[in-house]
């Protein structure tokens, strides 16, 4: 039903910025509540930022809040992650979910039920 294909990612310095990208095809995409994850190799899967179908309510963990920035623009399809002050333990692959309840700001995987493949993050210092 959804389908959701992360960019933007790629290899930055610390201190830096990244724009992530995540563009969603099928029409109920306003319908959705969205989220960020990350995971690092070994480590497991982290929530990164989660916002509400009509972007009134958004969340953030708490070692992002104040860096990163989640917003969405439905007439486009597409959430965004905008990610700045860079640290090398922002590493990871970032993926973006979707979930059926529009106002869920959470950060359980499990509420989330479409996922995109995810885009590498690499933050060298």
């Known amino acids: 039903q959804v389908q959701l294909v992360e960019s933007g990612g790629g290899l930055v310095q610390a201190g830096g910025s990244l724009r992530l990208s995540c563009a969603a095809s099928?029409?109920?995409?306003?319908?959705?509540?969205m989220g960020w994850f990350r995971q690092a190799p070994g480590k497991e899967r982290e929530f990164v930022a989660a916002?509400?179908?009509?972007?009134?309510?958004?969340s953030y963990a708490d070692s992002m809040k104040g860096r990163f920035t989640i917003s969405r623009d439905n007439a486009k399809n597409t959430v965004y992650l905008q990610m700045n002050n860079l640290k090398v333990e922002d590493t990871g692959v970032y993926s973006c979910?979707?979930?059926?309840?529009?106002?869920?700001?959470?950060?359980?995987?499990?509420?989330?039920?479409?996922w995109g493949q995810g885009t590498q993050v690499t933050v060298s210092s």
């Open positions: 916002i509400t179908s009509d972007s009134i309510y958004t």
């Open positions: 099928g029409r109920p995409f306003s319908r959705y509540s």
């Open positions: 979910a979707a979930s059926p309840n529009r106002y869920y700001t959470g950060r359980s995987p499990a509420a989330f039920t479409y």
